[in-house]
């Protein structure tokens, strides 16, 4: 069974970018994947922020990209704001089920 | 815009069968190219994928509860439910019931403990 990859912890300065990713064990993650990025602050149920790879909900802020880097689906953070500090989680479609990745713990300092 | 609630017990005691109800308003369960998924996570861990109905009732588990799950829906209520058999302490969680199609809307959660 594959598994889902993400960096356990990160840390970016306010005002700054960062990007996040999620690899799979079986190779590159595609579009056909079907990334999706959540967020999840303590005592919060998760949040989605990106579905589709690229796609953002209305309640999605304009600093929350989703693409696909180097392999990965990656969730880029530009102009970080300490709000923006949380656990976030990504999940792939594979062979026919979903998985989530481990989540990064995202530090805003 | 749609809206998720899990309801049900929320204490199992081991060996038993866990059984969630997700209520859902501002759309139908069978209408649209929708996936209903429950999703689970222990105190202090990551989200776990439990599994998903299709509109069509068509259904696909997570491997590792593959035995023991089931996922089906009540179109007359419009709820779609989560029965887990042979419970331990593992299964101990948070639960979620999400609608997955062009997004994802996600319920507040319920807290199931597993305990006699």
């Known amino acids: 069974q594959a598994v889902v990859t993400q960096e356990p912890s990160l840390t970016v300065s306010p005002g700054g970018t960062v990007t996040l990713t999620c690899g799979s064990s079986t190779g590159a993650v595609t579009s056909g994947h079907w990334p999706y990025w959540f967020q999840q602050k303590p005592g919060q149920a998760p949040r989605t922020l990106i579905y589709?790879?690229?796609n953002r909900h209305s309640w999605t802020p304009d600093r929350f990209a989703g693409s696909l880097l180097g392999g990965k689906a990656a969730l880029t953070l530009s102009g970080a704001q300490p709000g923006d500090e949380a656990d976030y989680y990504c999940?792939?479609?594979?062979?026919?089920?979903?998985?989530f990745g481990g989540g990064t713990k995202l530090t805003v300092l | 815009q749609v809206q998720l609630q899990e309801s049900g017990p929320g204490l199992v005691e081991p060996s038993q069968t866990l059984s969630l109800i997700c209520t859902v308003s501002?759309?139908?369960?069978?209408?649209?190219?929708?996936?209903w998924n429950w999703i689970r996570q222990p105190a202090g861990k990551g989200l776990e994928w439990i599994g998903r109905?299709?509109?069509?009732?068509?259904?696909n588990y997570n491997p590792s509860l593959k035995s023991r799950v089931s996922i089906s829906g009540d179109t007359s209520k419009n709820q779609f439910s989560l029965n887990l058999r042979s419970v331990s302490a593992a299964d101990a969680a948070v639960y979620y019931c999400?609608?997955?199609?062009?997004?994802?809307?996600w319920g507040q959660g319920i807290l199931v403990t597993v305990s006699s």
């Open positions: 999940l792939l479609f594979h062979g026919g089920i979903r998985m």
């Open positions: 501002g759309g139908s369960i069978n209408n649209g190219n929708y996936y």
């Open positions: 589709d790879t690229t």
């Open positions: 109905m299709y509109t069509n009732g068509n259904t």
């Open positions: 999400v609608r997955e199609g062009a997004g994802a809307y």
